[in-house]
């Protein structure tokens, strides 16, 4: 089945039942992998997905909890006997950064291990970054603070299935361009209305929904909730239906999305 799945939902901060916000997709028995937090391996399992069927990571930036579990993943994809190139995908000034990351753990250019490719995505809009299978995926450059930083589209070719991920962002046009005709929009929602600007590179479940309604997509999925607030999901749910009148979705971890 073509479809995709949430290994975490979370904000920064993890809770009992939500761990940070990672999402694979999955067609023809090949999977992408899109931002990398904890226990990646133990996470695709869970997920039903097979770690060694891994063809591309995708890391939109180079906060911890996007970024810190890419040295288990290597190191466990290298214990479970991979042979076939990994493709890390980043933006063109996360190379390096993530280039000495691996080599601290001893796991870049590392005798006897797969290939590791460390690929620059371009930085125009609605770039195209690869294939997978039927998947097209594409991405744009997002506002995040001081953090460069990008969301990622994917279209499932010859049917009218798209899903954009807005990554960690304010709100802002780039989303709205990039979501436009797409299917579903999956975005952060750190903070209730009420938290507004608690940290300003961030969006509310109300902003989110603005931003679903603006794009014209059909269903807008919440994820990326700050672990303080995972007792009010259904309220914040309900915040981001006051601006936008197509279905609203809590992110559920773990379980398959149809594409």
């Known amino acids: 089945m073509t479809h995709f799945a949430f290994l975490g939902t979370s904000g920064a901060i993890p809770s009992p039942g939500r761990d940070t916000t990672a999402l694979v997709f999955v067609a023809g028995g090949a999977a992408a992998l899109v931002d990398c937090g904890g226990s990646p391996v133990q996470k695709l399992r869970l997920a039903g997905v097979d770690p060694l069927a891994l063809e591309h990571v995708v890391i939109t930036h180079i906060h911890p909890d996007h970024a810190y579990g890419l040295p288990a993943l290597v190191q466990n994809l290298a214990l479970l006997e991979r042979r076939a190139e990994l493709a890390v995908r980043c933006r063109p000034e996360h190379v390096e950064p993530l280039r000495a990351l691996l080599t601290l753990f001893g796991l870049w250019e590392r005798p006897g291990m797969f290939p590791l490719a460390l690929t620059p995505i371009e930085l125009g809009e609605r770039a195209h970054a690869f294939d997978l299978g039927p998947l097209r995926v594409s991405t744009s450059p997002v506002e995040h603070g001081t953090m460069p930083n990008f969301a990622v589209r994917v279209d499932l070719l010859g049917r009218a299935s798209s899903v954009v991920y807005s990554s960690d962002t304010q709100p802002c046009e780039a989303v709205v361009r990039l979501a436009r005709g797409a299917d579903t929009l999956v975005h952060e929602a750190t903070f209730p209305d009420r938290h507004r600007g608690r940290f300003g590179v961030h969006s509310t479940a109300g902003e989110a929904g603005e931003i679903a309604a603006r794009a014209g997509v059909r269903r807008l999925i919440l994820v990326h909730i700050e672990a303080d607030y995972h007792d009010e999901l259904e309220q914040m749910a ?22």
């Not at 239906?241 to 379980?255: P, Q, T």
């Open 238 to 259: 309900d915040e981001a239906r006051k601006r936008f009148g197509g279905l609203v979705e809590i992110a559920r971890e773990l379980v398959p999305y149809p594409l």
